[in-house]
Antibody, heavy 123, light 111 residues
């Protein structure tokens, strides 16, 4: 059974950089059949896709966040990471990591999710 | 404002059927068969219930079904149970640079 677990600081100051890691267990992050995404959800609001990476290193980002986002993968640790720069209060949300299949059009499909981690942007 | 439009809330009594709609455009729902539906209970991560418009992942009850007509996708839950009370989100691939669009979510109340 594949499991994903987010980790990282729960509090980030405005203008600083948010950094989260997702550790994958029960399966290899190197599988060419999968992509690895970050999704966030502000309190009481809907889901927002941040971006994804596949094991060839190809990334796709939400255009609204693209200038501030970097997603990377570390196959040796079976982890992938999110970096979001220049954060503001609007970036306060629960951040989820998720796995999705890798086929044409599969961008919106996520079959395994982490439990989510709350990141608050505040001074 | 979300790219896909869902009703804010729907309700039904145990045993009844309900349908949640998700309306997009020809760039997403209308143009492709890549619609997914997620169930989210309070404080929990979303769970995929339907993918590729009408496919159910292994382990998901056959009381959940999906369909699409034009630019609108629908999730139908038959034989409503108390445990179905949750928020439901649709998602779709989009040919725009966004690649993924979500609906704003629908709160299902089981009366």
């Amino acid at each position: 059974q594949v499991q994903l677990q987010e980790s990282g600081p729960g509090l980030v100051k405005p203008s600083q950089t948010l950094s989260l890691t997702c550790t994958v267990s029960g399966g290899s992050i190197s599988s060419s059949n999968n992509c690895w995404s970050w999704i966030r959800q502000p309190a009481g609001k809907g889901l927002e896709w941040i971006g994804r990476i596949d094991t060839s290193g190809t990334t796709n980002y939400n255009p609204s966040l693209k200038s501030r986002v970097t997603i990377s993968v570390d196959t040796s640790k079976n982890q992938f990471s999110l970096i979001l720069s220049s954060v503001t209060a609007a970036d306060t949300a629960v951040y989820y990591c998720a796995r999705g299949p890798r086929y044409s059009g599969s961008y919106g499909l996520f079959d395994y999710w982490g439990q989510g981690t709350l990141v608050t942007v505040s001074s | 404002q979300s790219a896909l439009t869902q009703p804010a809330s729907v309700s039904g009594s145990p045993g009844q059927s309900i349908t949640i709609s998700c309306t997009g455009s020809s760039s997403d729902i209308g143009g492709y068969k890549y619609v997914s539906w997620y169930q989210q209970h309070p404080g929990k991560a979303p769970k995929v219930m339907i993918y590729d418009v009408s496919n159910r992942p292994s382990g998901v009850s056959n009381r959940f079904s999906g369909s699409k007509s034009g630019n609108t996708a629908s999730l139908t839950i038959s034989g409503l149970q108390a445990e179905d009370e949750a928020d439901y989100y649709c998602s779709s691939y989009t040919s725009t640079s966004s690649l993924v669009v979500f609906g704003g979510g629908t709160k299902l109340t089981v009366l």
